[in-house]
């Protein structure tokens, strides 16, 4: 089910479209509502097997044509994670300020809000006689679980809950959810 702030978000970029002068295909219509039924961060071959499972006719170019459209949009994020390939962040509508850990035992994304971080790195940029335009903060971590017990908890689990909800930071739980509600594989 999508929030209503996801809805929103949606309806900015199809305004955004129509500005623009672009049509609205089923192939793009299929693109867009797979973008905005997720929380998880995506590739553009993931977005592509998830837009065809919805609209066969979805073509790999449509996808590549597509995710520029919502970067510029300023409705979803453009990231590197170091993995070789972009991510597509669709959470960024919705949570501009939040950051990321990449877990380098499992290889998820989780992401994070802090207050606390937030005041302190306002706090320095404006120290050093600045105002911040825009916000990025992505650390590369090990579980320390797996580490003292050999195991990690994450590895295997479908949510992103890794993240600790003490001192203020608020972990937010992802699962990839296409228009019918159904998980994603």
Not at 152 to 157: A, R, T, Y
Not at 167 to 179: F, S
Request: charged share 35%; net charge positive; hydrophobic share 30%.
């Amino acid at each position: 089910m999508m929030s209503a702030r996801r809805q929103a978000a949606k309806e900015r970029f199809l305004e955004y479209l129509a500005r623009q002068k672009l049509r609205l295909t089923n192939p793009r219509r299929a693109i867009i509502d797979c973008v905005f039924n997720t929380t998880e961060h995506f590739t553009a071959e993931q977005l592509l097997a998830w837009a065809r499972a919805v609209e066969p006719a979805v073509s790999r170019a449509t996808v590549y044509r597509t995710l520029p459209l919502l970067t510029a949009s300023g409705l979803v994020r453009e990231m590197d994670f170091g993995r070789g390939q972009k991510y597509y962040d669709p959470n960024y509508a919705e949570h501009p300020e939040h950051n990321h850990i990449i877990c380098v035992d499992c290889n998820k994304i989780f992401e994070f809000e802090d207050e606390q971080l937030l005041k302190r790195e306002d706090e320095i940029s404006f120290k050093m006689g600045f105002k911040p335009q825009a916000r990025r903060l992505q650390l590369t971590a090990s579980c320390e679980e797996l580490r003292q017990r050999g195991i990690c908890k994450n590895k295997d689990e479908d949510e992103h809950e890794h993240a600790s909800a003490e001192n203020g930071v608020k972990p937010r739980a992802r699962k990839r959810r296409n228009r019918q509600g159904r998980e994603y594989k």
